[in-house]
């Protein structure tokens, strides 16, 4: 048998021999590293994301706020602005965005939807009623509300789930120019 096989030789030799240290400690903690700094990547690609769907949520509204009246070409000239705000994350098909005014119903205190245009599969335009936060129940008066989602896919997928994450946003603002927004077939307030 070799000197390498007898007794306690070969753990001890073992023990006292440096060299190769550096090497496997290398090998064990580059994985975690590397998981670390794509998850670092990742996630802060996301969040950029969700930064810029809030931006893009709150021009789309604000734009629509600051006219007294829009037309399709008005509308479809906004949703572009704020679709331009999501630059450099790829747009298709993952932005979806909704613009609609409310009005506020002095007894209830439920908006009323009297007018809505969306764009994307997932955002037609809204009907009905709908619920608006207690700081914004002023009956008769009206509010823009506006919301876009979209689907980050991160470029790596390594630590985030590769489908993608849906991101979504919403935000309501007043009618700054008038009383309301008026839109088509909805021409008084």
Known sequence: ??????GGNLVSRFLRERDANAAVEFAFIVPLMLTLFFGMVEFSSGYAAQRKVAIATRNLS????QSSTVTDTDLDNYNSTSRAVMYPFPLSPDYEARVTELYIDPTTKIGQVRWSKGWGSNKPP?????????ALQVGGTYVIYGEVSYKYVPAVGYVMARAGVPL???TYTRPRQSTCVTYGAVQNC
């Open 62 to 65: 604000d734009l629509v706020s």
């Open 168 to 170: 979504s946003d919403t």
């Open 126 to 134: 809204l009907t009905g009623t709908m619920a608006v936060p207690t």
């Open 1 to 6: 048998m070799s000197k390498f096989f007898h």
